[in-house]
């Protein structure tokens, strides 16, 4: 009987780790990215806003992040990137890498 609790409660403590260790893995981003040229940033903040610099001038907006796939929202404007599979990201033919 006694045995049987402790493989249960260790069962459940496996499926708990299991279920915190996926629910981590989703795509998420914080922190600044920015092109190589220093053309293009972005500065992306844990509740859902960013700031998009462009040629230094910069956009106050909010971001939704759908698997792969992220809509920047600023100034009436949509700006589409990728998540690619280094955490870099992409827009158009450029490529934003986290500083």
């Known amino acids: 009987m006694i045995r049987a609790l402790t493989r249960k409660a260790l069962m459940g403590l496996v499926l708990a780790s299991s279920l915190v260790y996926v629910a981590g893995c989703g795509k998420s981003l914080s922190g600044k990215y920015a092109d ?14 960013a700031t998009v610099t462009i040629h230094g001038t910069p956009i106050e907006a909010t971001y939704t992040i759908d698997g792969k796939n992220v809509s920047v929202n600023g100034a009436g404007d949509v700006i589409s990137l990728t998540i690619n ?15």
Do not use: H, P, Q
Request: without cysteine.
């Open 36 to 49: 190589d040229m220093g053309a293009m940033a972005v500065e992306f903040k844990s509740d859902g806003k």
């Open 85 to 99: 599979d280094d955490g870099s990201l992409s827009v158009g033919g450029d490529t934003l890498k986290k500083k």
